[in-house]
């Protein structure tokens, strides 16, 4: 199983900042197979990322992601105060599909 | 506009069987690969299993001999049986559909989740 470790936990930043979020795979993933999403609370998550670097339909430009092999970063360049939520990062390089644990995001 | 919605009986009791079905409307069932995800209360999210419209599926190795998915594409329908809970199975379920396009994988439609509770 391949385990996704988040960092950091919780990230604590003012809105018009910029958010650089870690996703550490424990083996090589495919950029083909990692994605990123946002969760807000009592909500399902909302994919934002696939391909580890394309941008679902709808999500601003101000979110991106990079990486390859066993370290992806989702980078939110300007913090708009809806951005504030929980970021997963999921791989389905190899079964069984795996999430992150989360970074939390929030308003300092 | 693809929506996906949980449904079930409610509160589970210790060693009984989970049921959930979900309905999806505004698109086909007889494509794509049909999941079920659980998160348990402020944790991460954990996938559980899926069904592919072919039939096929693939579970979780944590859960495999108590998981099963089925397909009922003539409602639309998928479901998710989960047998023997304890109240570690407590958690919002949610169900969501793969997409595999060009290469990529990706959840791409959600429904709302349901709080299943395991409680005696």
């Known amino acids: 199983e391949i385990v996704l470790t988040q960092s950091p936990g919780t990230l604590s930043l003012s809105p018009g900042e910029r958010a650089t979020l870690s996703c550490r795979a424990s083996?090589?993933?495919?950029?083909?197979?990692l994605a990123w999403y946002q969760q807000k609370p009592g909500q399902a998550p909302r994919l934002l990322i696939y391909?580890?670097?394309s941008r679902a339909t709808g999500i601003p430009d101000r979110f991106s992601g990079s990486g390859s092999g066993t370290d992806f970063t989702l980078t939110i360049s300007r913090l708009e105060p809806e951005d504030f939520a929980v970021y997963s990062c999921?791989?389905?390089?190899?079964?069984?599909?795996?999430f992150g644990q989360g970074t939390r995001l929030e308003i300092k | 506009q693809v929506q996906l919605q949980e449904s079930g009986p409610g509160p589970v009791k210790p060693s009984e069987t989970l049921s959930l079905t979900c309905t999806v409307s505004?698109?086909?069932?007889?494509?794509?690969?049909w999941n079920w995800i659980r998160q348990p209360p402020g944790k991460g999210l954990e996938w559980v299993g899926y069904?592919?419209?072919?039939?096929?599926?693939n579970y979780n190795p944590s859960l495999k001999s108590r998981v099963t998915v089925s397909l009922d594409t003539s409602k639309n329908q998928f479901s998710l049986k989960l047998s023997s809970v304890t109240a570690a199975d407590t958690a919002v379920y949610y169900c969501?559909?793969?997409?595999?396009?060009?290469?990529?994988?990706?959840?791409?439609?959600w429904g709302q989740g349901t709080l299943v509770t395991v409680s005696s």
């Open positions: 999921q791989q389905y390089g190899s079964s069984p599909i795996t």
């Open positions: 391909g580890a670097s």
């Open positions: 069904i592919y419209n072919s039939g096929s599926t």
């Open positions: 083996q090589s993933v495919s950029s083909s197979y």
């Open positions: 969501a559909r793969m997409t595999y396009d060009s290469g990529y994988y990706y959840f791409d439609y």
């Open positions: 505004g698109g086909s069932i007889s494509s794509y690969s």
